[in-house]
């Protein structure tokens, strides 16, 4: 009964590939998050989803793109992905309104050979 | 540009010590300032969270303590156990949701 899952875990690939993480939720949240977390564990939001429009959208290039099916999934793809690319992505929820917690996953680790 | 800046970025202290950790920011409209706790291998998780309305809050051996004039917000983690070792992450928020994190310390407690 994992509240916030991510798939795959690990995600090793060659420079120039689009790949896909996907993260579910089964809280009945109705905002979804993608976060980056470097080689120095340095936290920054990436985008934020709210049934299903867009409400945050960081300056991430534009290789990064959210998809969101529905409230309870939130896709990230990336295309043409670079070495820098390299880093724990994690995928977050919460209810909507201000100081409503957010609850993470378990991160999908993403290494570009 | 960094929102909210967090240290030391790195702490060693005895079981049964006190942990302390410091944040500050600069942009007054934030009003929900979290405090989460990350283990090797795992998300971060939500450990406490505080209203810039209040000035002190306890939850077991976790304290906030924040100070809205200078900015500024704390940890204390008393009686520091092994289990407490981690990262933590002081983060801060608007009204919707955007969160911005510190860059952690990572806190080792030894036995």
Redesign the interface.
């Known amino acids: 009964d994992t509240a916030?899952s991510q798939t795959p875990k690990y995600l090793v690939t060659q420079m120039g590939n689009d790949k896909s993480i996907k993260c579910e939720q089964n809280l009945g949240h109705d905002?979804m998050?993608w976060y980056k977390q470097d080689s120095?564990?340095?936290?920054?939001?990436m985008f934020?989803y709210n049934n299903k429009e867009l409400?945050?959208n960081e300056t991430v290039p534009n290789r990064f793109s959210p998809k969101s099916p529905d409230k309870a999934h939130l896709n990230l793809h990336i295309n043409s992905l670079e070495l820098g690319d390299s880093a724990v992505y994690?995928c977050?929820s919460?209810l909507?309104?201000?100081?409503?917690?957010?609850?993470?996953?378990?991160?999908t680790r993403l290494s570009i050979l | 540009q960094q929102q909210v800046k967090q240290s030391p970025q790195s702490l060693i202290v005895q079981k049964g010590g006190i942990s302390i950790i410091n944040c500050a920011y600069e942009n007054t409209a934030f009003d929900y300032f979290p405090w989460y706790q990350q283990f090797p291998g795992k998300g971060p998780a939500l450990l406490i969270a505080i209203r810039p309305d209040v000035s002190e809050k306890k939850e077991g051996r976790f304290t906030i303590s924040f100070n809205k004039s200078a900015k500024q917000f704390s940890l204390h983690i008393m009686d520091s156990q092994p289990g407490d070792s981690a990262t933590y992450f002081c983060a801060a928020s608007y009204n919707n949701n955007d969160m911005r994190f510190g860059a952690g310390t990572r806190l080792t407690v030894k036995p």
């Not at chain 1, 120095?40 to 939001?45: M, S």
């Open positions: 916030v905002t998050y120095k564990k340095f936290l920054k939001i934020s409400i945050i994690f977050a919460s909507l309104g201000g100081n409503q917690p957010q609850h993470f996953g378990d991160g």
